[in-house]
């Protein structure tokens, strides 16, 4: 493919004034900082209901607020950016999450705090694909990598760290700081934005006046987005399809879903760029980094949950578990980023989703209820590491093949996939546990009829050991409860164990997909991302 001379491409002519990875930096302290608020609050849940007095069921909300508000705003931020503007965009997306954080800091009651969550899941949902997308337009295509490493430590290390964050903070202080920590960010965020990025010139810009809003099409995807995702967040707690609740809300969501697609690939100005989907390319692409987001958010629930359920860990260490691979990702990702500028991006995410392959089926060896806390480190770094072998690459194939002007669209609906596979993953792996837990439990309680020999041999032994300092009848119950307790100990490792296979299968399937994704010269990037 070839260009002539004397025709130069605008778009790859332009360049920032300020320095790239100034920019690099600036626009990722704002994602980051909106990452970490997806996370952080999950530990705090607890005190927050006990300090606003409400139930711990009415306190999950404080998390299904934000990722429904947060979920709609995501695929729409490409059309709102042809109207306002990417930089104005971006600005107001910082000012409404910081002044949202000071109101969720100083909520009093729990519908005020529900209200503030909503607002700051809006201001949020434009912080990542905004980052990406100005990473995108700022770096040329083989600095892209190690550009996207920058901001994967947003994506991929601020959910790893949230938990334990959240945690020391709430133990050590209050739950408040979770949020009111946002606002030196946040205000030192907008004064760098406003200072530092510009809008390139090949963006296009319309008016009110110039675009037709399709409010029909923002209404589907309004009530579809967040119909979804309340199923999802509350579907295993409800007892899923049990719930007329859970059915009529998965009713009404897939249908505002497909006609939302109907609708459109058939109107003139759509406010979602479902035609992108049209690109293979950009179609895997989405597709991998959904697998992205369900692998990587559920297994930062497996590991604590297992750790802290079944081992009797604090919070805090089961937070040191994740962080140490949090701190080798770190390091990784600006390594992974120079690759990318010299290897084809579908070997690199090959090796990441083999790896991650690799990881899980071991996981299925290595869970069991006397690993050590070395053990569970070393587990969660295989789990956990390969994933920036697959974000940045990923991240990068999404645009080969669109026209730059593309990007802020490509972005928001990276971003969207993105999160909806970790509220579909976490969601996944909630309700596998749950489910194989019992089928393990009923398998093994058929070992403990009270003919079973062995059931007898070790109730009669346990008994006797008990019965040291207890009365007779009192040993007995005891050596009952004991045994069933370690009875339902072992059924839930089993379902952790049959989690991490079913993720091993997943995994293995997107690296058989990653050889279909289209070939990429990362030396020569420039006329592959313009060409369409």
């Known amino acids: 493919m070839s260009a002539a001379p004397s025709s130069p491409n605008p778009a790859a002519a332009w360049t920032p004034r300020a320095n790239p990875w100034l920019i690099a930096f600036v626009v990722s302290l704002a994602a980051f900082m909106e990452v970490l608020d997806t996370s952080i609050a999950n530990v705090a849940l607890p005190h927050i209901a006990g300090n606003l007095g409400a139930s711990s069921d009415e306190s999950t909300w404080v998390l299904t607020s934000y990722l429904v508000s947060n979920a709609i705003v995501l695929p729409i931020t490409g059309w709102l950016v042809s109207l306002v503007?990417?930089?104005?965009f971006f600005l107001g997306c910082i000012s409404l999450f910081t002044v949202s954080s000071l109101l969720c800091g100083i909520a009093p009651t729990l519908p005020f705090l529900l209200l503030a969550r909503v607002i700051q899941g809006a201001g949020g949902g434009g912080l990542q694909p905004m980052a990406q997308a100005i990473?995108?337009?700022?770096?040329?295509?083989?600095?892209?990598?190690?550009?996207?490493?920058?901001?994967?430590?947003?994506?991929?290390?601020?959910?790893?760290?949230?938990?334990?964050?959240?945690?020391?903070?709430?133990?050590?202080?209050?739950?408040?700081?979770?949020?009111?920590?946002?606002?030196?960010?946040?205000?030192?965020?907008?004064?760098?934005?406003?200072?530092?990025?510009?809008?390139?010139?090949?963006?296009?810009?319309?008016?009110?006046?110039?675009?037709?809003?399709?409010?029909?099409?923002?209404?589907?995807?309004?009530?579809?987005?967040?119909?979804?995702?309340?199923?999802?967040?509350?579907?295993?707690?409800?007892?899923?399809?049990?719930?007329?609740?859970?059915?009529?809300?998965s009713i009404i969501s897939i249908i505002c879903l497909v006609s939302l697609v109907i609708w459109e690939l058939r109107v003139k100005e759509p406010i979602l760029d479902i035609r992108l989907f049209k690109n293979i390319n950009f179609a895997t692409a989405s597709l991998m980094m959904f697998m992205v987001g369900a692998a990587s958010f559920s297994t930062t629930v497996l590991m604590p949950q297992f750790l802290q359920n079944l081992m009797g860990y604090t919070a805090e260490s089961a937070g040191m578990v994740l962080s140490a691979a949090a701190v080798i990702l770190l390091i990784e990702l600006p390594l992974v980023g120079q690759l990318a500028g010299r290897i084809q991006a579908r070997y690199l995410m090959a090796l990441g989703w083999g790896a991650l392959t690799i990881a899980m089926f071991y996981s299925t060896h290595r869970v069991?209820?006397?690993?050590?806390?070395?053990?569970?480190?070393?587990?969660?770094?295989?789990?956990?590491?390969?994933?920036?072998?697959?974000?940045?690459?990923a991240t990068m194939v999404a645009y080969v093949g669109l026209p730059q002007e593309k990007s802020n669209a490509v972005a928001g609906l990276i971003?969207?996939?993105?999160?909806?596979?970790?509220?579909?993953?976490?969601?996944?792996?909630?309700?596998?546990?749950?489910?194989?837990?019992?089928?393990?439990?009923?398998?093994?309680?058929?070992?403990?009829?009270?003919?079973?020999?062995?059931?007898?041999?070790?109730?009669?032994?346990?008994?006797?050991?008990?019965?040291?300092?207890?009365?007779?009848?009192?040993?007995?119950?005891?050596?009952y409860g004991q045994l069933y307790g370690a009875m339902q100990s072992q059924a839930s490792a089993l379902?952790?164990?049959?989690?991490?296979?079913?993720?091993?299968?997943?995994?293995?399937?997107?690296?058989?997909?990653?050889?279909?994704l289209r070939k990429n010269n990362p030396r020569k990037a420039d006329s592959q991302v313009l060409a369409h």
């Open 85 to 88: 503007g990417r930089k104005r």
């Open 135 to 249: 990473l995108a337009d700022t770096f040329p295509p083989k600095l892209r990598g190690l550009a996207f490493s920058i901001y994967g430590v947003t994506a991929v290390v601020a959910p790893a760290i949230g938990p334990t964050l959240g945690g020391w903070i709430t133990d050590n202080y209050t739950w408040r700081w979770i949020f009111l920590m946002n606002l030196p960010v946040g205000i030192l965020a907008l004064f760098l934005v406003f200072t530092f990025v510009e809008d390139p010139p090949f963006l296009k810009r319309t008016t009110l006046h110039e675009s037709k809003i399709d409010y029909f099409g923002f209404g589907l995807l309004a009530v579809g987005i967040a119909f979804l995702q309340i199923v999802l967040d509350k579907g295993q707690e409800d007892d899923w399809f049990g719930s007329h609740f859970i059915l009529t809300l």
């Open 368 to 393: 069991d209820l006397e690993m050590s806390f070395a053990s569970a480190t070393w587990l969660r770094i295989a789990q956990y590491v390969p994933m920036g072998f697959i974000f940045i690459p």
């Open 415 to 479: 971003n969207f996939v993105r999160n909806m596979g970790s509220s579909v993953g976490t969601s996944a792996v909630t309700t596998i546990l749950a489910r194989r837990s019992q089928f393990h439990q009923v398998a093994l309680a058929s070992h403990t009829a009270l003919s079973d020999p062995n059931f007898q041999n070790s109730t009669a032994s346990l008994a006797a050991h008990l019965g040291r300092t207890n009365g007779g009848s009192q040993a007995q119950m005891a050596a």
């Open 495 to 516: 379902s952790y164990i049959d989690t991490f296979w079913i993720l091993g299968v997943a995994t293995g399937t997107m690296f058989v997909l990653s050889f279909l």
